[in-house]
């Protein structure tokens, strides 16, 4: 018996639909295996980004390494110029937070009106508080914090005095002194009669200075 379907339900090239069937069915039977291959291919392209990053962390470092500076770059600011003291007239007192300072006067002392090689500078010198760091209720006030300036030369107290001139009553070369207290007298300078004095500096170890102009 032969049996066969109407013309109009039978399959065109049968031939080719059973071989299309045939390559299906085979790719079809290792799921897993495509799958695995797939992972495996994402997994790497994974990898080798991780690799590519990490290579490029390390060159930063290693960069910053050689330079021994992060590649932000801070340009250094200028130094800050010290301040020259405030200039006074002589007869001017200055005022500062623990202590307070009068020049009355300066001069080369004179003998038949002629000027020696003594510069005095009269001073007076006050207590108002204690600074810090002071030790005993008591504050230290000392000759060798002033200086004469003659424009080529900075003379000290140490300097060598080559006028024989009576000296009125000296400033104390280190006194010690209670808040309220003031202490006055003449700081004797050796400087050549032809020179002239330019400015009168003072300066404390507590951070206080000035100037005075003859």
Same mark, same amino acid.
């Given at each position: 018996?032969?049996?066969?379907?109407?013309?109009?339900?039978?399959?065109?090239?049968?031939?080719?639909?059973?071989?299309?069937?045939?390559?299906?069915?085979?790719?079809?039977? %290792?799921? $897993? #295996?495509?799958? +695995? !291959?797939?992972?495996?291919?994402?997994?790497?392209?994974?990898?080798? @980004? *991780? =690799?590519?990053?990490?290579?490029?962390?390390?060159?930063?470092?290693?960069?910053?390494?050689?330079?021994?500076?992060?590649?932000?770059?801070?340009?250094?600011?200028?130094?800050?110029?010290?301040?020259?003291?405030?200039?006074?007239?002589?007869?001017?007192?200055?005022?500062?937070?623990?202590?307070?300072?009068?020049?009355?006067?300066?001069?080369?002392?004179?003998?038949?009106?002629?000027?020696?090689?003594?510069?005095?500078?009269?001073?007076?010198?006050?207590?108002?508080?204690?600074?810090?760091?002071? %030790?005993? $209720? #008591?504050?230290? +006030? !000392?000759?060798?914090?002033?200086?004469?300036?003659?424009?080529?030369? @900075? *003379? =000290?107290?140490?300097?060598?005095?080559?006028?024989?001139?009576?000296?009125?009553?000296?400033?104390?070369?280190?006194?010690?002194?209670?808040?309220?207290?003031?202490?006055?007298?003449?700081?004797?300078?050796?400087?050549?009669?032809?020179?002239?004095?330019?400015?009168?500096?003072?300066?404390?170890?507590?951070?206080?200075?000035?100037?005075?102009?003859?």
């Amino acid at each position: 018996m032969n049996l066969q379907l109407p013309s109009a339900r039978r399959l065109r090239e049968p031939d080719r639909i059973v071989d299309r069937i045939l390559a299906e069915s085979a790719a079809t039977r %290792r799921p $897993g #295996r495509n799958r +695995l !291959r797939l992972a495996v291919n994402a997994t790497t392209a994974a990898a080798v @980004t *991780i =690799t590519v990053t990490i290579l490029g962390i390390s060159t930063v470092h290693d960069q910053q390494r050689l330079t021994g500076a992060p590649s932000a770059t801070v340009s250094p600011q200028p130094a800050t110029p010290m301040r020259p003291p405030a200039s006074h007239l002589v007869g001017t007192t200055v005022t500062f937070p623990d202590i307070v300072v009068t020049v009355s006067s300066a001069d080369h002392v004179r003998v038949n009106n002629d000027p020696t090689d003594l510069y005095t500078v009269f001073v007076t010198t006050c207590v108002r508080s204690l600074p810090p760091g002071s %030790r005993n $209720g #008591r504050v230290h +006030l !000392r000759a060798d914090s002033w200086t004469v300036e003659t424009g080529s030369a @900075t *003379i =000290t107290i140490d300097d060598p005095i080559r006028a024989r001139v009576p000296l009125p009553t000296t400033y104390p070369f280190d006194g010690s002194y209670k808040p309220g207290q003031c202490v006055s007298g003449v700081i004797p300078f050796g400087v050549g009669s032809a020179a002239t004095v330019r400015s009168i500096d003072y300066a404390n170890p507590f951070g206080d200075n000035a100037s005075w102009t003859p």
